[in-house]
């Protein structure tokens, strides 16, 4: 019903940039909280940026300074933009979103298929 689909990611340099996009398509009545994860090899899944629907951030310490969260609800649409980027954000990024498919269900939380970003020279 509903899909996540990220892009964005590659390989840059160690103090390089990426900016990621993941856009919401199908049924949805309202999308609520969206968020970044990140998963590096042999690691658990660690949440890196979180944004309400009505703006409001939270960045993981590791990221805070270097990324930022941003989303654009006309086309729901969440983005990550990362600077300064270092060898340990190397990782599979993932978005989620929390959304309403309808006005009479609750919220579910819906997860992409996840990017690849690799920082290294």
């Known amino acids: 019903q509903v899909q996540l689909v990220e892009s964005g990611g590659g390989l840059v340099q160690p103090g390089g940039s990426l900016t990621l996009s993941c856009t919401a398509s199908?049924?949805?009545?309202?999308?609520?909280?969206m968020a970044w994860y990140r998963q590096a090899p042999g690691k658990q899944r660690e949440l890196v940026a979180h944004?309400?629907?009505?703006?409001?951030?939270d960045l993981a310490d590791s990221v805070s300074g270097r990324f930022t969260i941003s989303r654009d609800n006309a086309k729901n649409t969440v983005y990550l933009q990362m600077n300064s980027l270092e060898p340990e954000d190397t990782a599979v990024y993932y978005c989620?979103?929390?959304?309403?498919?309808?006005?009479?269900?609750?919220?579910?939380?819906?997860w992409g298929q996840g990017t690849q970003v690799t920082v290294s020279s």
């Open positions: 199908g049924r949805i009545f309202s999308i609520y909280d």
């Open positions: 989620t979103a929390q959304v309403r498919v309808t006005v009479w269900d609750g919220r579910s939380d819906y």
């Open positions: 944004i309400t629907s009505g703006g409001s951030t």
